[in-house]
């Protein structure tokens, strides 16, 4: 774990997303991580709206 409520992980992406992803946070004054987590919330957030609420109490977090 990374902290209180957060969690650490490895994403492997081809170069020229990574780099795409890069420049979009620096444009918004982000950074990477800051930029990944408001995208992964935005679609969190869309995904609930059109479809209901995410069940996530069967979800196991890695140790």
């Known amino acids: 774990m990374a902290g209180k409520n957060k969690v650490t992980f490895e994403v ?13 946070a620096a444009r918004e004054n982000r950074t990477l991580n800051n930029h ?3 995208l992964a919330r935005t679609n969190v957030d ?9 069940d996530t109490k069967d979800v196991q977090l890695p140790e």
């Open 12 to 24: 492997r992406m081809e170069e020229g997303l990574y780099k795409k992803l890069v420049a979009a």
């Open 36 to 38: 990944i987590a408001f």
């Open 46 to 54: 869309y995904t609930e709206r059109v479809h209901g609420t995410l």
